[in-house]
């Protein structure tokens, strides 16, 4: 079945749905398929869905995963998918590995962790999905494919996310060909653009809201910092006369009458911001 590819065996590193749709088309084109879970939690959804379709699955911490890797015989593809261990210059220098990543932004813009919120705190319009070859150097591999997505105007972290796992799962079946056979071609990335790289210590502007801020700024910031219940960057802060606030929820309205002079106040435990016809709403603040 594999025999007209350049490798016998594919790996798919990674978590969540994104990681289970790359093992799904990958065993379309080898049987030989296996799916290995950076360790977070003793029993995951990724899992779950492997077992249901008899794919090959293992939990594994970092020391393992190394050695899964090095271990490797034959030509191997390694599909890094929503994955968050960083792959060791040992693994990648491997002659008989051939490592992908997908990237959730539009390389070499937003390069590391979180993209999908940097890219909303920006104000970035359009972003979108990479992938790519790893290389030592963090998310500055040659590319095989890129996709741009539309940044809508209420879109939070987590749909954007979400969004980009959908798109990163279509362009994958479109590529995985070529990659099998040899005959994609790889890209070098372009050099004219802000290289910035996010590490998984940054939060946008430390997860403070600025009340200095225009209506869309704060709106950016808000949606930029919103994981819904998974809260990946924790609750957001606020500094108000003296006193310090975290809150985790906020409703954005516009409203239809005549603009009001811009202004903030606190309502109960919610805190008002007014900026034009835009309403912000901070809910349940907690003092700390």
Known sequence: ????????????????????????????????????????????????????DGIPYRCCEKLQLKEILLGQTGNTLV?????????????????????????????????????????????????GITWHQITEDV??????AQREIAIEPTMTAFQLFQKQCAVGAQVFAEILEGVLTGECVLKKQSADVNREMHYSHEIPNNGYV????????????????????????????????????????YKIQEEQMPEQEDCNFMEGNDFIIRRGNLKIVLRGLEQI
């Open 1 to 52: 079945m594999g025999n007209k590819y350049k490798y016998t065996k594919i790996i798919i590193l990674g978590s969540g749905k994104l990681a289970y749709e790359c093992a799904l088309e990958s065993r379309k084109y080898l049987e030989n398929v296996e799916v290995l879970e950076y360790k977070v939690t003793d029993s995951t959804v990724l899992q779950k869905c492997c077992e249901k």
């Open 79 to 127: 599909v890094s998918a929503g994955n968050t261990y960083l792959i060791p210059r040992s693994v990648i220098e491997k002659s008989n590995l051939m490592i992908i990543n997908w990237h959730n932004a539009l390389l070499p813009r937003h390069k590391g962790r979180n993209a999908e919120s940097w890219s909303i705190y920006a104000g970035d319009l359009v972003t």
């Open 139 to 144: 998310d500055a591999g040659d590319v095989i």
């Open 210 to 249: 600025d009340l200095s801020w225009s209506g869309e700024r704060l709106s950016c910031f808000l949606r930029a910092m919103n994981y819904g219940a998974l809260q990946l960057l924790g609750a957001i802060h606020l500094q108000w006369q003296g006193r310090e606030y975290v809150f985790r929820k």
